[in-house]
T-cell receptor
Framework: KAGVTQTPRYLIKTRGQQVTLSCSPI?????VSWYQQTPGQGLQFLFE???????NKGNFPGRFSGRQFSNSRSEMNVSTLELGDSALYLC????????????FGSGTRLTVV | EDKVVQSPLSLVVHEGDTVTLNCSYE??????LLWYKQEKKAPTFLFML????IEKKSGRLSSILDKKELFSILNITATQTGDSAVYLCAANTGNQFYFGTGTSLTVIP
């Protein structure tokens, strides 16, 4: 059974650019959540999508957005990149959201220069 | 403000030692407490705790939750170098998980 797949694994972008990250959940999982992980802040919740609808949202600016497709794959977009957006972005899927634990992907390491 | 605090931030032990990692939480509508192990990138699930006082065990790892004092501990006995990782705890509120910053464990041969 394939795990959670995130692409790309590494990205280097320049300030002001935008970026799109992709996450393919485990087959059958309908919930996809995104987290930003930095050394000082730990894992911070960005948003959760369930059946193509954003169900929960963390405290991030509007530059961070996402969507989910009918096959449960999800994308996260960050516009007008800032140096502080450099982080490991993890997505996690689960069958129905927060009732059970997540399965995490290996993440996308974004570096903004 | 919902928050999860882990201690210590980092720990260095020798193989064979026993370690205790701490996780305290203050969240509204608490539902469960989860522990994850993060070795390189993807955190992997260890335990989910919902009831106070009931120990969960998996090999040399065990965990318990105290819902009155709002904390959980993760014990690792007879540590091995393969236990070196960041251990994360997360409090589930039903809407989302609140993660602590993690405890970095290094096990020296």
């Amino acid at each position: 059974k394939a795990g959670v797949t995130q692409t790309p694994r590494y990205l280097i972008k320049t300030r002001g650019q935008q970026v799109t990250l992709s996450c393919s959940p485990i087959s059958g999982h309908r919930s996809v959540s995104w987290y930003q992980q930095t050394p000082g802040q730990g894992l911070q919740f960005l948003f959760e999508y369930f059946s193509e609808t954003q169900r929960n949202k963390g405290n991030f600016p509007g530059r961070f957005s996402g969507r989910q497709f009918s096959n449960s794959r999800s994308e996260m977009n960050v516009s007008t990149l800032e140096l502080g957006d450099s982080a490991l972005y993890l997505c996690a899927s689960s069958w129905d959201g927060t009732v059970y634990g997540y399965t995490f992907g290996s993440g996308t390491r974004l570096t903004v220069v | 403000e919902d928050k999860v605090v882990q201690s210590p931030l980092s720990l260095v032990v020798h193989e064979g030692d026993t370690v205790t990692l701490n996780c305290s939480y203050e969240v509204t509508n608490f539902r469960s407490l989860l522990w994850y192990k993060q070795e390189k990138k993807a955190p992997t699930f260890l335990f989910m705790l919902t009831s106070s006082g009931i120990e969960k065990k998996s090999g040399r790892l065990s965990s318990i939750l105290d819902k009155k004092e709002l904390f959980s501990i993760l014990n690792i006995t007879a540590t091995q170098t393969g236990d070196s990782a960041v251990y994360l705890c997360a409090a589930n509120t039903g809407n989302q998980f609140y993660f602590g910053t993690g405890t970095s464990l290094t096990v020296i041969p």
